[in-house]
């Protein structure tokens, strides 16, 4: 670990060294490149100098003062007793990491002497914020792992993404304590965080007091067809009328404008895909894309078994691999939407109604916003001209629509696969 963690971490008592971090702690330290769950580089350049000051005190970040403030009397005056004396050199930086721009501070223990701010400058100071950055975000496969020191690299690059949470009532079996609570649960994590949000229902599994939950905390739902049926394995006719059965049941409660297809598959040729899609629009609703596909509906399935086998410690691990990887899935498609579009497109994030995001969706929302994220509903975000595009997806797997509009990405990067090898290979499933 380099020297300057080491001189946070010496400012912390043993035991708040020793819990567990808001984010991605795993069970073993990996160097780069040094094993498969590792990601093959880690690039981080630094850009710039945005201030470069001596200061006299402790190392200090917006991240850190919120980890102190919930910090008990005995650590708050462990912290104290470090806080008099030092002088520190801050160069605070603006870098490149993975393809993002972000502020990041570089804090120098100067002991008792201003040295000139212009080291910020020097290739010896670079080299001491790229390692530190490597150290921090245990070699970029969790960029905000420093955070809890005061080490975050802070976003300059903010997105926008919706929400969406598909298989209501419930997706990968039902919760032990029933799907009502888990559902409070759930909702309480978007309503606390004024995140909007959007539901997806089979309406043929029922349970229609869950829907009235959803509606009742003023979140909006949309049509997942009436038995999540997959397009390309059933006639076109029984599943157009598994939409439309779905429909007429959730109209009785609320306008119906949004549809999702099951497993994201909209039609293995053409002529299905295209004579599917005027169907729904003839409905009147508006196709609800993804952009963000991600693994987390297995995770959420091996989450719940971990719970049922009473394996604690496991379902925490895949809790924290949760959040890392819908972080991951969305950096992916953040990059692939810049690539083909030259900006920063609005972005659909699917998720589902599991007992993964009842316990740990607070936690995914707050590391999102961490690393830019703005929540915004869903009716904007497709307004982004880019789910206008035409579609030339013809296929049997359900992927991103980013993947729909230029499918040359799916089959270049294949990023989709090689994330959940690393997950398989470290949980299995
Ligand atoms: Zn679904």
């Not at 043993?14 to 971090?21: D, H, K, N």
């Not at 029984?238 to 999702?260: I, M, T």
């Not at 949760?322 to 659909?348: K, N």
């Not at 830019?372 to 595009?389: N, R």
Request: glycine content about 8%; aromatic content about 10%; hydrophobic content about 40%.
């Amino acid at each position: 670990m380099h020297r300057w963690l080491l001189l946070a971490l010496a400012g912390c008592s043993p035991s708040l060294a020793e819990q567990p971090l808001p984010l991605g702690v795993e069970d073993v330290v990996v160097g780069l490149g040094g094993s498969a769950t590792a990601p093959p580089t880690c690039a981080i350049q630094v850009q710039g100098t945005l201030e470069a000051a001596n200061y006299r005190g402790q190392p200090s970040s917006p991240s850190l003062e919120d980890t102190r403030a919930a910090w008990t009397a005995e650590e708050q005056g462990f912290a104290m007793a470090e806080d008099h004396g030092s002088t520190f050199l801050r160069c605070r930086y603006k870098v490149q990491v993975e393809g993002f721009s972000w502020r990041y501070d570089l804090t120098k223990d100067t002991t008792f002497e201003d040295v000139d701010p212009a080291w910020c400058e020097t290739q010896a100071a670079h080299a001491e914020a790229v390692d530190q950055i490597v150290s921090s975000t245990r070699g970029c496969r969790d960029l905000h792992h420093g955070a809890y020191w005061g080490f975050d690299l802070v976003p300059l690059e903010r997105f926008r993404v919706a929400v969406t949470l598909d298989d209501i009532p419930w997706n990968a079996g039902p919760p032990a304590e029933g799907a009502a609570k888990a559902t409070d649960r759930l909702l309480a994590a978007m309503t606390e965080r004024r995140v909007p949000a959007t539901g997806f229902v089979n309406c043929g599994r029922g349970e229609e007091a869950i829907w009235q939950q959803w509606r009742a905390a003023g979140f909006e739902l949309g049509n997942h067809q009436a038995d999540h049926d997959n397009l390309n394995k059933t006639p076109q006719e029984r599943w157009l009328a598994g939409v439309q059965s779905c429909n007429e049941a959730l109209a009785k409660g609320a306008p119906v404008r949004f549809f999702r297809y099951p497993y994201l598959r909209n039609g293995d040729s053409e002529a299905l895909r295209d004579t599917t899609r005027a169907a729904l629009l003839g409905m009147g609703l508006t196709i609800a894309r993804v952009s963000v596909d991600n693994h987390e509906w297995k995770l959420a399935d091996l989450y719940a078994k971990a719970l049922a086998a009473g394996d604690a410690d496991r379902a925490e691990d895949i809790a924290r691999a949760y959040a890392l990887h819908v972080l991951d899935a969305t950096r992916h498609f953040r990059r692939l939407g810049r690539a083909q579009e030259g900006r920063e497109i609005d972005h659909v994030l699917l998720l589902h109604a599991n007992t993964l995001a009842a316990d740990h969706l607070g936690w995914l929302l707050d590391a999102l916003r961490a690393d830019g994220a703005d929540f915004i509903p869903l009716e904007q975000a497709l307004k982004d001209p880019i789910y206008a595009k035409p579609d030339r997806f013809v296929g049997t797997g359900g992927v991103s629509w980013l993947y729909h509009t230029d499918p040359s990405g799916f089959h270049a990067d294949n990023w989709d696969d090689a994330a959940w090898a690393r997950l398989a290979a470290r949980f299995g499933g």
